[in-house]
Protein backbone atom coordinates (compact mmCIF):
# COMPACT_ATOMS: atom_id res chain seq x y z
CA UNK A 1 0.00 0.00 0.00
CA UNK A 2 1.15 3.52 -0.84
CA UNK A 3 -0.36 6.63 0.09
CA UNK A 4 0.23 9.56 -2.48
CA UNK A 5 0.47 13.26 -1.27
CA UNK A 6 -0.27 15.69 -3.90
CA UNK A 7 0.00 19.46 -3.08
CA UNK A 8 1.99 22.88 -3.72
CA UNK A 9 4.55 24.63 -1.36
CA UNK A 10 2.62 27.41 -2.10
CA UNK A 11 -0.67 26.42 -1.03
CA UNK A 12 -1.96 27.45 2.19
CA UNK A 13 -4.39 24.78 2.77
CA UNK A 14 -1.31 22.67 2.11
CA UNK A 15 1.14 24.32 4.86
CA UNK A 16 -2.22 24.24 7.20
CA UNK A 17 -2.38 20.30 6.56
CA UNK A 18 1.63 20.12 7.14
CA UNK A 19 1.38 18.79 10.57
CA UNK A 20 -1.25 16.80 9.81
CA UNK A 21 0.84 14.94 7.09
CA UNK A 22 3.61 14.32 9.42
CA UNK A 23 1.66 12.90 12.08
CA UNK A 24 0.94 10.11 9.62
CA UNK A 25 4.32 9.37 8.57
CA UNK A 26 5.60 9.12 11.81
CA UNK A 27 2.82 7.06 12.93
CA UNK A 28 2.60 4.56 10.23
CA UNK A 29 6.89 4.35 9.22
CA UNK A 30 6.46 1.42 7.06
CA UNK A 31 3.80 3.27 4.65
CA UNK A 32 5.26 4.24 1.47
CA UNK A 33 4.88 8.31 0.79
CA UNK A 34 5.05 9.67 -3.27
CA UNK A 35 5.21 13.37 -2.89
CA UNK A 36 3.59 14.57 -5.91
CA UNK A 37 3.83 18.51 -6.97
CA UNK A 38 0.66 19.62 -8.26
CA UNK A 39 1.87 23.03 -9.64
CA UNK A 40 -1.49 25.38 -7.98
CA UNK A 41 -0.09 28.55 -9.91
CA UNK A 42 2.93 27.20 -12.26
CA UNK A 43 3.49 29.69 -14.53
CA UNK A 44 1.11 32.32 -13.47
CA UNK A 45 2.34 36.02 -14.61
CA UNK A 46 -0.14 37.75 -12.63
CA UNK A 47 1.31 40.57 -10.13
CA UNK A 48 0.25 39.85 -6.76
CA UNK A 49 -2.23 43.57 -6.16
CA UNK A 50 -3.36 44.70 -3.11
CA UNK A 51 -6.81 42.98 -3.63
CA UNK A 52 -4.52 39.59 -4.31
CA UNK A 53 -2.91 39.98 -0.84
CA UNK A 54 -6.34 40.67 0.86
CA UNK A 55 -7.81 37.68 -0.66
CA UNK A 56 -4.73 35.40 0.88
CA UNK A 57 -4.92 36.64 4.17
CA UNK A 58 -8.65 35.86 3.94
CA UNK A 59 -7.68 31.85 3.70
CA UNK A 60 -4.52 32.36 5.95
CA UNK A 61 -7.27 33.17 8.53
CA UNK A 62 -9.38 30.20 7.60
CA UNK A 63 -5.65 27.73 7.70
CA UNK A 64 -4.72 29.57 10.56
CA UNK A 65 -7.96 29.35 12.67
CA UNK A 66 -8.33 25.08 11.55
CA UNK A 67 -4.79 23.99 11.76
CA UNK A 68 -2.94 26.73 14.26
CA UNK A 69 -0.04 27.13 11.65
CA UNK A 70 1.05 30.48 11.91
CA UNK A 71 1.69 33.24 8.70
CA UNK A 72 3.81 36.08 8.27
CA UNK A 73 1.25 38.48 7.23
CA UNK A 74 3.69 41.33 7.34
CA UNK A 75 5.97 39.92 4.56
CA UNK A 76 3.07 39.22 1.52
CA UNK A 77 1.70 42.59 2.26
CA UNK A 78 5.29 44.05 2.39
CA UNK A 79 5.81 42.24 -1.37
CA UNK A 80 6.31 44.89 -4.24
CA UNK A 81 5.82 43.42 -8.05
CA UNK A 82 5.63 39.87 -6.54
CA UNK A 83 4.30 37.42 -8.87
CA UNK A 84 2.63 33.84 -7.68
CA UNK A 85 4.37 31.93 -9.49
CA UNK A 86 4.36 28.20 -7.83
CA UNK A 87 6.63 26.13 -10.85
CA UNK A 88 9.66 26.93 -8.83
CA UNK A 89 9.01 26.44 -5.63
CA UNK A 90 7.86 22.87 -6.90
CA UNK A 91 10.74 22.27 -9.19
CA UNK A 92 13.13 22.83 -6.24
CA UNK A 93 11.01 20.23 -4.15
CA UNK A 94 11.45 18.08 -7.55
CA UNK A 95 15.13 19.03 -7.56
CA UNK A 96 16.09 17.24 -4.03
CA UNK A 97 14.51 14.32 -4.89
CA UNK A 98 16.36 14.31 -8.14
CA UNK A 99 19.86 15.04 -6.21
CA UNK A 100 18.79 12.38 -3.44
CA UNK A 101 15.92 9.88 -4.05
CA UNK A 102 16.30 8.98 -0.53
CA UNK A 103 15.92 12.07 0.77
CA UNK A 104 12.40 12.62 2.99
CA UNK A 105 10.59 14.84 0.93
CA UNK A 106 8.08 16.17 3.31
CA UNK A 107 10.67 17.29 5.25
CA UNK A 108 11.89 19.00 2.09
CA UNK A 109 8.83 20.29 1.25
CA UNK A 110 7.78 21.58 4.67
CA UNK A 111 11.27 23.54 4.28
CA UNK A 112 9.45 25.16 2.17
CA UNK A 113 6.67 25.55 3.11
CA UNK A 114 8.19 27.59 6.25
CA UNK A 115 10.57 29.74 3.83
CA UNK A 116 7.59 31.25 2.60
CA UNK A 117 4.99 31.22 5.10
CA UNK A 118 6.58 31.80 8.14
CA UNK A 119 10.09 33.71 6.95
CA UNK A 120 8.64 35.58 4.46
CA UNK A 121 11.20 34.38 1.95
CA UNK A 122 10.97 34.69 -2.13
CA UNK A 123 10.09 31.46 -2.89
CA UNK A 124 10.15 32.06 -6.73
CA UNK A 125 13.84 33.46 -6.34
CA UNK A 126 15.93 30.89 -7.73
CA UNK A 127 18.41 31.70 -5.73
CA UNK A 128 16.76 31.96 -2.29
CA UNK A 129 15.12 28.25 -3.30
CA UNK A 130 18.70 26.82 -3.73
CA UNK A 131 19.65 27.76 -0.25
CA UNK A 132 16.94 26.50 1.37
CA UNK A 133 16.96 23.14 -0.49
CA UNK A 134 20.60 22.61 -0.19
CA UNK A 135 20.22 23.39 3.66
CA UNK A 136 17.33 20.85 4.11
CA UNK A 137 19.09 18.24 2.76
CA UNK A 138 21.90 18.89 4.63
CA UNK A 139 20.13 19.16 7.81
CA UNK A 140 18.62 15.48 6.72
CA UNK A 141 22.75 14.28 6.42
CA UNK A 142 23.27 14.87 2.82
CA UNK A 143 26.44 17.01 1.61
CA UNK A 144 24.92 19.28 -0.89
CA UNK A 145 26.13 22.89 -1.56
CA UNK A 146 23.76 25.37 -3.17
CA UNK A 147 25.04 26.02 -6.08
CA UNK A 148 25.14 22.36 -6.74
CA UNK A 149 21.36 22.53 -6.35
CA UNK A 150 21.02 25.28 -8.26
CA UNK A 151 22.92 24.14 -10.89
CA UNK A 152 20.07 21.06 -10.95
CA UNK A 153 17.19 23.17 -10.73
CA UNK A 154 17.68 25.36 -13.80
CA UNK A 155 18.16 21.84 -15.83
CA UNK A 156 15.62 20.84 -18.44
CA UNK A 157 15.74 17.85 -16.87
CA UNK A 158 14.19 19.00 -13.73
CA UNK A 159 11.91 20.88 -15.51
CA UNK A 160 10.61 17.62 -17.59
CA UNK A 161 10.55 15.99 -14.44
CA UNK A 162 8.22 18.32 -12.69
CA UNK A 163 6.14 18.82 -15.64
CA UNK A 164 5.72 15.14 -15.09
CA UNK A 165 4.40 15.87 -11.51
CA UNK A 166 1.89 18.69 -12.92
CA UNK A 167 0.60 16.13 -15.91
CA UNK A 168 0.46 12.83 -13.10
CA UNK A 169 -1.95 15.70 -10.56
CA UNK A 170 -4.38 16.18 -13.78
CA UNK A 171 -4.43 12.34 -14.57
CA UNK A 172 -5.50 11.48 -10.68
CA UNK A 173 -7.86 13.94 -11.67
CA UNK A 174 -6.89 16.53 -8.71
CA UNK A 175 -9.64 19.14 -8.10
CA UNK A 176 -8.05 20.89 -4.79
CA UNK A 177 -5.06 20.66 -2.80
CA UNK A 178 -3.82 18.96 -0.43
CA UNK A 179 -5.26 15.79 -1.91
CA UNK A 180 -4.23 12.20 -0.64
CA UNK A 181 -5.03 8.79 -3.07
CA UNK A 182 -4.02 5.08 -2.06
CA UNK A 183 -2.19 2.76 -4.19
CA UNK A 184 -3.14 -0.49 -3.56
CA UNK A 185 -3.04 -4.28 -5.22
CA UNK A 186 -2.40 -1.84 -8.60
CA UNK A 187 -4.94 0.60 -8.21
CA UNK A 188 -5.16 3.89 -7.10
CA UNK A 189 -8.18 5.56 -5.61
CA UNK A 190 -9.20 8.89 -3.85
CA UNK A 191 -8.47 9.25 -0.12
CA UNK A 192 -8.90 12.95 0.75
CA UNK A 193 -9.18 16.61 -1.16
CA UNK A 194 -8.46 19.63 0.66
CA UNK A 195 -7.73 19.62 4.87
CA UNK A 196 -8.29 16.53 7.06
CA UNK A 197 -7.41 15.28 10.49
CA UNK A 198 -4.62 12.98 10.55
CA UNK A 199 -6.88 10.58 12.19
CA UNK A 200 -9.13 9.92 10.21
CA UNK A 201 -6.45 9.52 7.54
CA UNK A 202 -4.77 6.72 9.93
CA UNK A 203 -8.42 5.26 10.57
CA UNK A 204 -9.01 4.82 6.67
CA UNK A 205 -5.15 3.96 6.20
CA UNK A 206 -5.36 0.74 8.48
CA UNK A 207 -8.99 -0.12 7.42
CA UNK A 208 -7.49 -0.66 4.13
CA UNK A 209 -4.48 -2.34 5.21
CA UNK A 210 -6.85 -5.00 7.09
Known amino acids: MKLIFVGDPMCSWCYGFQREMTTIAEAMPALEVQVVLGGLAAGSTQVLDDAGKQFRLGHWARVEQLSGAQFNREALLARKNFVYDTEPV ?3 VVTARLIEPSANLLTVFGAFQRAFYVDGLDTT ?5 AAIGASALKAAGFDVDADAFL ?7 AVRVTREDFALTRRLGVS ?7 ELNGKIGLLSSGYTSAASVQQTLMRLAA
Open 90 to 92: CRA
Open 125 to 129: DAKVL
Open 151 to 157: SVWSSEE
Open 176 to 182: GFPSLFV
